[in-house]
């Protein structure tokens, strides 16, 4: 079997599988395994049972893989069943890469996964707890270690973790969210319109995930006002929030501190193009670009599953419809940015996602001399799109600049200093 590339080029060299798009999802799992919930040898022992381009020999294996922990987690006691509950998590979540997100079987892994990850954040005595979220858009499920919509004049710092195409919020926690709670920040994690679970509901990707994540800053700044605001983003996470602060009346009113974007895209339209076959994106619509994507999915399998869950994200039934319906809230326009922003960079990652990242960067720093691009080259391992497969490395550089930001006001007297990375942002 020849390599195949992965569906978004997000890594660009295979260490697992000939099938990209596995191999991608492969090291996104042992990238976890840094940081809590599956170890490497329980990750391999999942990956062993698969069959290379096999989707459903993936599912299998991670979905039994999640009845073990969970059954375990069952019998253990609270210190030990806190890290199975939350392997039980990754597991179930792990399945959900490659399942048929209409299926019976997805919803289960979905209530799995949720069930899991919060027995273990109660176990294991974490802040973080399960909230939903009206906004105009629609109802949107996160996690909070404290309630945004309750007015507090505390000087805390929030951070706030937005994910991407293919995450749930319980990923956030391993993209930050659990870093920040132990470093005592306040913190956000939650899923916008076509992210997560939120199409079960109705919410899929296009304008109302910017204007939801708009309308969420703006309340948590008028209900925190003397808090920080520290927002980051992953894969589309990059786009959303840059987009969502490039609008002047969001900005003034939700006055975030400073960004963190991996990777800072600033015209998703185009970044999609680049990464999909000349026939889709130059006619779309054709019958020839239908064909081929019939092609295509029988040739892969895997490939097969991640357009069906694309779709199912998107709300739309052909592919062909995804870069009109990523691009509806436009180009970011850098020039109405004005905050500190740390863009990440893989080597890795797709040429179009490099030159973004630098366009901005040149655009911000003379403003903002505080910005950095930060480039992972290959040997780091943090080379990959969103660097999952040194996850640490990345949480470590995203809190070393937070400390070398301009020094914030010491606490009030009386209160803790947390930790010193926080409360030396401005």
Known sequence: MREEADLGERQGRHFRFRNGTMDFNAGWVLGYSQLGGLAPGEVFECLNAI?????????????????????????????????????????????????????????????????????????????????????????????????????????????????????????????????AVAEGYQVLLVDLPGQGGTPYRGLHFGEATIMALRELLVRLRNNWPQARIVLTGYSGGGYFTLKALDDPHTASAARVDALVASTPVTDIAKLLTRGMPAVLTQRPHSALARLMTRIAGRISPVTEAALTKYRWQFGTDWIGDIIGLAGEAGVVDAANLDLPVLAIVGESEPPEAARQASELFADLAPRQPASRLLRFQK???????????????????????????????????GEPNLTPSPSSLA
């Open 51 to 179: 069959r290379d381009g096999d989707p459903g020999s993936w599912v299998r294996s991670f979905a039994a893989m999640a009845e073990r922990q969970e059954a375990a987690a069952r019998q253990d006691p609270p210190k030990l069943a806190a890290n199975r509950y939350l392997a039980a998590a990754v597991a179930a979540r792990a399945a959900w890469h490659l399942v048929d997100p209409a299926s019976q079987q997805a919803r289960d892994l979905l209530n799995q996964l949720e069930r899991c990850f919060q027995a273990a954040m109660v176990q294991s005595g974490s802040k973080l707890a399960p909230i939903e979220l009206p906004t105009a858009a629609g109802l949107l499920p996160g996690y909070a270690t404290a309630p945004i919509d309750q007015p507090c004049t505390d000087p805390a710092i929030w951070y706030v973790v937005i994910g991407g195409g293919d995450t749930f919020r319980e990923d956030l926690y391993f993209f930050g969210g659990g870093r």
């Open 379 to 413: 040997w780091t391992g943090a080379d990959a799109h969103c660097q999952i497969n040194n996850l640490r490395l990345t949480q470590d550089s995203i809190m070393a600049w937070l400390a070398d930001l301009p020094s914030a006001p010491e606490p009030r007297e």
